[in-house]
């Protein structure tokens, strides 16, 4: 149980593109889920909070307008990287959990390249 | 403030050894405390909650609050462990705050 897919898993595409990634639970309503971004060999960094319903809540440096959030059903979260650059290029993880005092449960990841 | 630190980038041991990965934490309210493990090309797996006091793949974990630690152990290391190890505090506001993780390998 507890699973969480993420697509796609790779994508790469030119600068000034706009590139959406989905995260859904596919066993469980997930009212909370997390955008981290990882670069190489280095840990998570949370990027966002998105509550069903309600707008995410970025953490600090996070860009609201170029890290679009939507979370519009218990089982579904998107972020949409809005004319991407070469610089944002980095693998994407969601995550999700049913309630604050349970783990949450990670994608696969979606490794971004903007050439 | 509310930090998670993992002093080891890099753990080497031979197969059998016993394994101890830090995790040192800092956070003023009750702790809720996480291992993660993600094995090469694989997603970030729960391992460990410190709250459920279980032993997983031969791990445990005991949580300190007096040297507030939360360090993973294993008596024989395997093969199959080389992965790589986070440690999470869960911040009392939903979020996570993750270390900067171990890289464990096993030699054989």
């Known amino acids: 149980g507890a699973v969480v897919s993420q697509h796609p898993s790779w994508v790469i595409c030119k600068s000034g593109t706009s590139v959406k990634i989905e995260c859904r639970s596919l066993?469980?309503?997930?009212?909370?889920m997390f955008w981290y971004r990882q670069f190489p060999k280095q840990s998570l960094m949370l990027m966002a909070t998105s509550n069903e319903g309600s707008k995410a809540t970025y953490e600090q440096g996070v860009e609201k307008d170029k890290f679009l959030i939507n979370h519009a059903s218990l089982t579904l979260s998107t972020l949409t990287v809005t004319s991407a650059h070469p610089e944002d290029s980095s693998f994407y993880i969601c995550s999700a959990r049913t309630a604050s005092n349970q783990p949450q449960h990670f994608g696969d990841g979606t490794r971004l390249s903007i050439l | 403030a509310q930090r998670v630190t993992q002093p080891e980038k890099l753990l080497s041991v031979f197969k059998g050894a016993p394994v101890e990965l830090k995790c040192n934490y800092s956070y003023s309210g009750s702790p809720e405390l996480f291992w993660y493990v993600q094995y090469s090309r694989q997603r970030l797996q729960l391992l460990l909650r410190?709250?459920s006091r279980e032993s997983i793949k031969g791990f445990t974990a005991d949580l300190n609050k007096g040297e507030t630690s939360f360090h993973l152990k294993k008596p024989f290391a395997q093969e199959e462990d080389s992965a790589m190890y986070y440690c999470a505090l869960n911040s009392g506001t939903y979020k996570y705050i993750f270390g900067t993780g171990t890289r464990l390998k096993v030699l054989a």
């Open positions: 410190h709250i």
């Open positions: 066993d469980f309503q997930a009212t909370t």
